[in-house]
C-alpha cells in the first residue's frame, strides 16, 4: 500500500502512526519503507550564473557534513546564482525537483518499532544502516547543481 502522511521526515512516521492508535506492533509488522520529501525549486539552466562556493556556504556544507556523519566533495565546487531570464518568467528558477529521505525499515528497526523503542532509538539504527536526512540530499542537489542553498534553506529546517 502507498499512503501520504504529513510529518517533518520519514522516521517521525512512526510517532505519527501511533499518535492515531496504532499499536507498535501492528506498524512495526506491515511497515516496509518510508519516503520524506520536499520541494525545492530548480535553478534556471537557461540563465544562471555558475561561481564557485564562498567561505559561508563551505561552512554551511561542512556543519551539515559533521552533524550527519556525511563528507561532502567540495573540491572545486561550484554553485548558481539565479539571474531571470524569459524562459523562467525572470525568476532564475524553472521547475522543481525533490529532495528526499528514505527509512528503510530492516530487521532491527523493526524489533525496535514493535518493542516500543523511542523514536532517537530508531534513528541511530537508521543512521547505522545507510539513513540520510532530507537535508544531505538537499546539499547534494545543490552540488549536482540543481538549486541553492538558499532555496534549501527556504524549504528544510535543519
Known sequence: M????????????ITRFRKLGISSYDIGSVLATS????????ICKDCAKQRPLNEKEIAEFEAIGKRYDVQFNLEGAMTYEPVGCENC????????IAANEILAVNDEIKDLII????????????????YRPLVV???????EGHTTISEVKKKLAY
Open 89 to 96: 518568467n525572470n525568476t532564475g528558477f524553472k521547475g522543481r
Open 137 to 143: 540530499d538537499a546539499f547534494n542537489k545543490v552540488l
Open 2 to 13: 502507498l499512503s501520504t502522511i504529513h510529518t517533518v521526515d520519514s522516521i517521525e512516521v
Open 115 to 130: 518493542s516500543e523503542g523511542s523514536i532517537s532509538e530508531i534513528r541511530k539504527v537508521a543512521y547505522q544502516t545507510g
Open 35 to 42: 519516503i520524506a520529501q520536499r520541494l525545492v525549486r530548480r
